[in-house]
């Protein structure tokens, strides 16, 4: 093995330059876990929380290496996990950290073969997204026919959840965000109504939508549950704007007689069986030329700042993958 591999640490919550290349051991893989030799890094939305210290009540601390998912080949696998696995092209979920790594440690069992033809970076791209879209439109009961609007649409759950709306016959699809230039990259992914932040912009959008799936979170939630139509579902998947006012909730009570209903959703409530059955659909179709994986930049692990100070500009459209 290596004596060291390079990865990126949490040196200081708060501003990007908080993140720091250095030296560590290489991993050991414990029982039912695998080592990957990274290829591609997912930088998420949540990396960018945790490492501004949003998520300190969560016993994260200084020292950690933020990321959760990679694609590459496993190297060393752990007592019990099938020899077979080493030489394999994978994508992997690392846990809350620990992705951005050369060499990256994931249990067996949040570890998906890749099919011939799709790249790690593209992996990266939708292992996470394209799985956690699905599932919040399940649980929006989103049924073909219905319009759907997804807020906060120009990063990778957002785009993957417009296709996915789109082949499951969806009725309209309308998104938010924040320039044109986004807005017609999302018509061409399938959006049929764009609009600005406020959720204002285009006189031809639905005046209601049946489910709002909301990646933003933040002050906004109220007037956006205001545009369900009865029996309307939002269901939220993202706070990157923050926590909504703690009276939300009024707004559902204040319209009472339609019915409509918030939810949360989280893909960790998901059977491990299950998020891996749709990830590796969600792979094939991608490799098929069905789903298409959008990637903003591809930079080197040692920029790992720099995509977080883009993350933070909030001009990123799908994902940010690093490659060591």
Do not use: C, K
């Not at 906060?152 to 320039?179: D, F, N, W």
């Not at 406020?198 to 909301?214: E, F, L, M, S, W």
């Not at 490799?287 to 903003?296: H, K, R, S």
């Not at 994902?319 to 060591?324: A, D, Y």
């Amino acid at each position: 093995m290596e004596s060291t591999v390079r990865a990126v640490v949490i040196q200081q919550f708060g501003d990007p330059g908080g993140l720091q290349v250095v030296d560590v051991p290489p991993p050991r893989a414990a029982a039912g876990q695998v080592v990957i030799e990274t290829e591609a890094i997912g930088v998420g939305g949540v990396d960018a929380m945790i490492r501004r210290g949003t998520l300190g009540g969560y016993g994260l601390g200084v020292g950690m290496v933020p990321g959760s998912e990679v694609a590459g080949t496993v190297v060393r696998v752990g007592e019990g996990v099938d020899h077979a696995w080493i030489g394999r092209r994978v994508w992997a979920f690392t846990g809350v950290g620990g992705g951005y790594v050369e060499q990256a440690v994931a249990p067996v069992a949040d570890t998906v073969s890749l099919p011939d033809g799709l790249t790690s970076v593209d992996a990266v791209t939708l292992g996470s997204a394209a799985p956690v879209a699905h599932f919040a439109l399940a649980q929006g009961r989103f049924a073909p026919g219905e319009s759907l609007l997804v807020r906060g649409a120009a990063g990778s759950i957002g785009i993957a959840a417009v296709q996915l709306a789109v082949r499951a016959g969806a009725g309209a699809v309308a998104v938010t965000t924040s320039s044109p230039g986004r807005g017609w990259r999302l018509r061409e992914l399938g959006a049929t109504h764009v609009l600005d932040r406020a959720g204002d912009g285009d006189p031809t959008a639905p005046a209601a939508y049946d489910v709002i799936i909301d990646i933003v979170g933040g002050p906004g939630i109220p007037s956006f549950i205001d545009r369900l139509a009865p029996s309307g579902r939002l269901v939220a998947v993202g706070m990157v704007a923050g926590l909504p006012p703690s009276d939300f909730g009024m707004r559902l009570i204040e319209s009472f007689q339609r019915s409509r209903s918030f939810s949360t959703f989280s893909l960790n409530t998901v059977p491990v069986a299950a998020r891996d059955r749709v990830r590796a659909e969600s792979f094939a179709a991608a490799a098929g030329g069905q789903l298409t994986a959008v990637v903003d930049a591809v930079l080197p692990l040692d920029a790992a700042a720099e995509a977080h100070r883009r993350m933070d500009d909030g001009t990123v459209f799908g994902r940010i993958v690093l490659t060591p």
